[in-house]
């Protein structure tokens, strides 16, 4: 089967760093995305991994470890209108371009 | 900017009706594909599509039909619509291999 795990929910503090976890199970592996979506509206792009290692994008960074089945999405310096929910995203090998999402995290930043 | 344009923010139906939720996209994108979202069940394939007039069946495409006409347009059909298809729905549009890009979703309410 498919399967893809992450939090449900998390707390953080404005300012500070938070990683959220996603570990993935699926019919081969060909890369792995992270969306935001804010409350009411669509999901947006954050990043994406399909080798093994850290991709840096301003204040957002993803990790993909493919033997381990695991990825995390690291935030640094919190802000208020980083709270939204986290989707995870998996391409899997042959699937002609279709994700299976996760069920997202949604990470409240408190002041 | 790209762009991915659902025809109704909000849409009321009633049990019964057959209802049409459109989708458009101006980046020539292959793929098309339609999701719905709901509360602690994440994102859920309904139905994608490679190619003008082609079309793939996802994980829930019991209730539901589509239509891909044009390369463009990628429309979702719920032949008779009943309450339990009360959800957000979400379209989204990629290159073969690249990440989604999606429209700012439809809320439709059957009552």
């Known amino acids: 089967g498919q399967n893809i795990d992450q939090p449900t929910e998390m707390t953080a503090t404005e300012g500070a760093i938070v990683q959220i976890n996603c570990t993935y199970q699926t019919s081969g592996f060909n890369g792995l995305f992270w969306y935001q979506q804010h409350a009411g509206e669509a999901p947006t792009f954050l990043s994406y991994?399909?080798?093994?290692g850290l991709e840096e994008k301003g204040r957002f960074s993803s990790f993909l470890s493919r033997s381990k089945g695991y990825s995390y999405l690291l935030l640094k310096e919190l802000q208020m209108k980083d709270s939204a929910s986290y989707l995870c995203?998996?391409?899997?090998?042959?699937?002609?371009?279709?994700?299976?999402f996760g069920k997202g995290t949604k990470l409240s930043v408190k002041p | 900017d790209v762009k991915v344009t659902q025809s109704s923010r909000y849409l009321v139906k009633r049990t019964g009706e057959k209802v049409f939720l459109e989708c458009v996209q101006d980046?020539?994108?292959?793929?098309m594909f339609w999701y719905r979202q709901d509360p602690g069940l994440g994102l859920r394939l309904i139905y994608f599509?490679?190619?003008?007039?082609?079309?793939e069946k996802g994980d829930i495409p019991e209730g539901y039909s589509v239509s891909r006409e044009k390369k463009e347009r990628f429309s979702l059909i719920l032949e008779s619509a009943s309450t339990n298809q009360t959800s957000m729905y979400l379209c989204a549009s990629s290159r073969l291999s690249y990440g989604y890009t999606f429209g700012s979703g439809t809320r439709l309410t059957v009552v």
């Open positions: 980046m020539d994108h292959e793929n």
């Open positions: 599509s490679y190619d003008v007039k082609m079309k």
């Open positions: 991994n399909v080798l093994d």
């Open positions: 995203a998996v391409r899997g090998r042959g699937s002609q371009g279709n994700l299976i």
